[in-house]
């Protein structure tokens, strides 16, 4: 009888103790590029993927999870929280830089990367010291600080950020220019895309705007696309790898401004962006992509859709506190599904690196 017993165990119980011992190990990627769409829920992805006479480059994704995005200080997140949930690790309160809530400065993605010997890039539609670039880079008790959020950049050796701000670093209440510091730091400097899509290697400071550059329907063209394709140029010559943060922010001010068609079209060009680090990530086979959002804006809806143009609704004109999409792809994607806090993503990326 004891014997039977013992048979039966070790013939139900052995596969499930090869199946822990098979478990898929993680895949370490040697770059993350992660992808931020600014206000971008469920309802804004889906208005790009409703009118697009092709389907959209973030349906290529395979690994999906949700994050809740609520900050220290109530239940709906600004962008300054958010992107510093990512970039840290902790919840913080609405308007942090780069610090917790009892404003001590806390070491980023984008620092530890560069401590490791990575390179490292923000691009942004928007100004390049506003709230989420900014939370990978500075550290302020403030999102409205911008003069001293441009000075922390050169505390840092970030190698390419390109994005709108000129003002903040030439024009400032204290006087200084630091663009000529940043010349000083072997930064070249560049004033205009086309200037931007001529530099292949070295330090890059790329202003296309002196505050916001426009929106995509007031001819920003493809500021993003070829911003995203000349920092992944320059990182790759890194041969311990990268992290890179590109932002599609002006999803967010669609919400914002409660226009249906502003969301769509920004939504459309922050996926050419999509497009060009999936293809990256698809000839490199070491790369990580991570695109997500740092909370939703304008409670939009899609009532319907009549050539080619959506029927939006939208609750408010600020945030909102619904759970967020997040689409990983390529190696080490497997990490991003299921449902999770939005500074796991932070924890998720060191353990994607395999950083300790």
Known sequence: MKKSVQFICLLFLTPLVCFAQKEKKIQHPKNIILLIGDGMGTAQIFAGIATSNTPLNIERSRVIGFHKNQPTSGFITDSAAGATAFATGEKTYNGAIGVDKDKKSLTTILEIAEQKGLATGLVATCNITDATPSSFIAHQPARAMMDEIAADFLKTDIDVFIGGGRKHFAQRKDG????????TRNYQIANSIEEVQQVKSGKLAGFLADENPVKISEGRGEQLLVSVNTALSILKQNKKGFFMMAEGSQ?????????????????????????????????DGNTLVIITADHETGGFSINGIKDGVIDGKFTTKSHTGVMIPVFAYGKGAELFSGIYYNNDIFHKMLKAFDFK
């Open 176 to 183: 200084k220019n630091l663009i000529e510091d940043l010349k």
């Open 251 to 283: 999803i967010d001010w669609g919400g914002h401004a409660n226009d249906a068609q502003y969301i769509v079209n920004e939504m459309l060009d922050f996926d050419k962006a999509i497009g060009a680090a999936f293809d990256f990530a698809d000839k």
